[in-house]
């Protein structure tokens, strides 16, 4: 084990503040929400809820990748680019139901069943809470903390299991031949294929 | 969920007429809808998110399978109690009808006999209708007599019941 990630996001207007370890959100705060912009102030802390989980999982894959990456290798540097653009640009895509389950969105409640959040990756894409749920921010904060830790912990679950699952077989395929990739990717930004 | 006119419209004539044409046209507009799979893949995935307590994905993995999973007295039935879970009172009182419906609707095909088998879409709504009759099936076969394929289930209580697939 590392030392923990630590991110800690703050806005000033609307005033939200988060900080998230390790991909548990451990402080959320903001200030008492206008019952009549209750629909915009649970857009806006979605969106801001969603960059701060962005940043806090870059901030993991780099220490990851600083500790148990691979060797520097421009190659394989330029196809990862490539295909990090790729998803960036369907990042908002909705696929089709697969004929096989894939984990991309998981979902979390308070205890109170009040508080509704649904994570796909980094994208908090539902955050649901009545009015009379919003009326004290402290426990609004603690609601929306718990369900979206749910929502997260839920997610990486069934990523985990996944990835158990197909740990075997992937484990048995040879190393990519990066440099013919790396033509490749060059290939398609260049739009020939 | 949205159900398409069309699936709502074939549905109320079938419960107005019920006649085997208008069972026919029902089960013909359900399997020409692009997200019907006889095979029902979210059906393992909804079982396990039932059993975890994940009723918000139960909704949404069923609903995208819709409306090709219209109609399949499991779908309503875990709708029904995951809406229910989230205190959504009135979808799942919608769900609970549309289940009732669907096995209403399996149930009335026939008699489940050789000569006048049950017709479903779907093999998982033969056992939600044995579930729903109250008696348990101890082992399978398949039958193919003259082109048509019957799923027959001989039940704990000496009594084969007959399915068709259609």
Known sequence: MGTPIRTTVETEHPFFHVQIVDGVVEVLQFDRIDERGHAEFLERLAAFLSRALAQHAEERLADLLARFGPAPDPQREAVMAFVAERLASAARSRPRPQRRWFPDQADGRDPAGDVHVSVAGTDVVVLEAPPHALEHPGRAAQAIMTALNLASERLAGDIDSLAQRRGDRDQQLPEPDWARMAVLAQRYRQGYV | MHVPARVNEALRAHLDRDTPESLALLQGTIRSEPTFDASCPWHERATFLLQSDRHDEVIRLINAYMPGAFLSPDAHLML??????????????????RATTALRVVVDSGSGTRERPWQVLRVIDEYATLRHLRVVPAAQ?????????????????????WFELV
């Open chain 2, 80 to 97: 029904s109690h995951a809406h229910e879970q989230i205190r959504d009172v009135d979808r799942s009182r919608l769900e609970a009808y």
């Open chain 2, 141 to 161: 076969r398949l039958v193919i007599d003259g082109g048509r394929e019957f799923d027959v289930h001989a039940c704990e209580d000496g009594v084969e019941r």
